[in-house]
């Protein structure tokens, strides 16, 4: 990445990622007809919406009326890829918010299927952990039903300004931000639960995403759906996957690219 940094501006840096990412899209909707041919049959109710969502995602179409707000995080994404905005962000580092847009936003593919889940899931509260700057959050909030929230943790103060930026600019009111360390907001922030919903992505440890797993599982709706991202990144990660699909509150579990999803009995 150092490397790419030195050799590409951010504005061609996700061009290439979102070129990456769709290009794949294909196979992975393709991936996700199989995954809801093979949870049809499923008895639990939650296992078949797991297939429900899959099928959605292979369809991969969007509601006519949220295309206007997709279409506005996309705007804004363009803007912070324009942006001569610096933030302090891991490590303490400043760093230009067009290099973290370019970096670690969700490409517009990976965005579009996160969305697509929540369409067929529809929870009245959700969570995220790991907002960066809002382009993830944007396209899940969009898709909750009339009354439901996304509540989002984010450990950079200038994210999450970002982030609250890009809601406004799509007109995205049902997200909240709550700034500060997993460790510091995480216990007070699942004790509003009980959760529908949970996307973890931020802290790439298979040990850390395991208790994570543990702690938003205790406090979810019968039935929730949650979603791991990045389970190749590591090892630590892969075990991890392969350990939290075989709990007795898991009834099913699927692939969708990087993303792990498992939905509760």
């Known amino acids: 990445m150092h490397t790419l940094k030195r050799t ?9 990622v979102a070129l990456r990412s769709w290009l794949r899209a294909p196979a992975l909707r393709r991936h996700a007809r199989q995954e809801s041919a093979r949870l049809a049959a499923a008895t639990e109710p939650s296992a078949r919406r797991l297939g429900e ?46 290099w973290i847009c370019a970096r670690a936003s969700q490409p517009p593919t990976g965005a579009r299927m996160l969305h697509h889940l929540l369409t067929v899931w529809q929870p009245r509260k959700a ?11 944007g396209y899940q909030a969009a898709a909750l039903p009339s009354g439901a929230t996304l509540t989002t943790l984010e450990g950079y103060s200038g994210l999450a300004r970002q982030a609250e930026q890009t809601w406004r600019g799509a007109g995205i009111g049902n997200a909240e931000v709550v ?41 979810s709706e019968p039935g ?34 990087k993303l792990g999803l498992l939905a509760l009995r």
């Open 179 to 219: 700034v500060g360390t997993f460790a510091d907001t995480l216990e007070g922030v699942l004790a509003q639960g009980p959760w529908g919903y949970a996307y973890i992505d931020g802290h790439h440890v298979g040990s850390a995403t395991l208790d994570y797993v543990d702690r938003i599982a205790a406090v």
């Open 53 to 98: 969502a899959m099928a959605r995602v292979a369809a991969d179409t969007t509601d006519p009326g949220l295309r206007r707000t997709l279409e506005l995080i996309e705007a804004g994404r363009r803007d912070m890829l324009h942006s001569d905005d610096v933030v302090s962000w891991s490590g303490g580092r400043e760093e230009p918010v067009a």
């Open 127 to 137: 969570l995220e952990l790991g907002t960066c700057v809002g382009i993830s959050g």
């Open 8 to 16: 590409l501006g951010p504005r061609l840096l996700a061009r290439r």
């Open 224 to 257: 929730a759906l949650l979603v791991l991202d990045d389970i190749d990144y590591n090892d630590g990660m892969r075990d991890a996957w392969a350990l939290v699909q075989g709990r007795d509150d898991v009834v099913a579990s699927a692939t969708l690219g």
